[in-house]
């Protein structure tokens, strides 16, 4: 299982999602370019809640900027030729906020996923402007011809909301993660990997108990 995930913004349960897949499967995760390291990167949040293999980033910088602006502000440029993948087998790769973040002065991460053309899981939020946020993110990887699984929301359920992306995103809801008061191992334990999403990631559980 080699998977990426991206998101339709920034802080919609990406890491979350990531560690939760990771902690059932048993896979590796990286993300290739972390910001904002101040207060400790997505990679140490993985590694405490799914206590799975960590593939270093490429890029860490500390400003809680898009990467292309946390770059500048540490006077680098990022290469974005550098951004390849390992050649780990079973893999969960997590995108930096969505797929218009610029990485440098003439990319974006969604020319980064173009190039390495890895099944894609979305993350969403269940709130108001999700439909239009989702369709977007659907069509704009679908137009550069990345392989799409599907879509996992995050949040209070919105069963109007759900039934609005399948409809007009074509896209089937893989997962419905609910809120959680308090994110720890054992809570993500707690929550199975649905039938519809371990049959799209061609994996089943780990075993998490």
């Known amino acids: 299982m080699r998977v990426c995930i991206t998101g339709t913004d920034t802080d919609v349960g990406k890491t979350l999602v990531s560690s939760w897949l990771c902690l059932?499967?048993?896979?590796?995760?990286?993300?290739?370019?972390?910001?904002?390291c101040v207060d400790g990167t997505d990679s140490d949040t993985v590694r405490k809640l799914a206590q799975v293999p960590i593939v270093p980033e490429v890029y860490k910088l500390q400003a809680p900027l898009s990467p292309h602006a946390a770059a500048h502000a540490e006077g680098i440029t990022i290469d974005d030729a550098l951004l390849t993948l390992p050649s780990t087998t079973s893999l969960v790769v997590e995108g930096a906020g969505g797929l218009w973040v610029p990485i440098n002065a003439t990319t974006v991460y969604l020319d980064v996923m173009a190039r390495w053309q890895l099944p894609t899981l979305v993350v969403a939020r269940t709130t108001l402007g999700t439909i239009n946020h989702t369709c977007l993110t659907l069509e704009a990887?679908?137009?550069?011809g990345v392989p799409v699984l599907g879509v996992i929301m995050n949040g209070e359920a919105n069963e109007s909301n759900r039934h609005a992306i399948e409809q007009y995103g074509n896209t089937t809801m893989l997962a419905k993660f609910p809120r959680l008061e308090n994110v720890t191992t054992q809570a993500l334990k707690n929550i199975p990997?649905?039938?519809?999403?371990?049959?799209?990631?061609g994996v089943f559980s780990h075993g998490a108990n």
């Open 193 to 201: 990997l649905p039938q519809t999403l371990q049959q799209a990631l």
């Open 141 to 144: 990887l679908r137009h550069r």
């Open 24 to 36: 059932h499967t048993g896979a590796s995760y990286f993300k290739p370019v972390q910001s904002g």
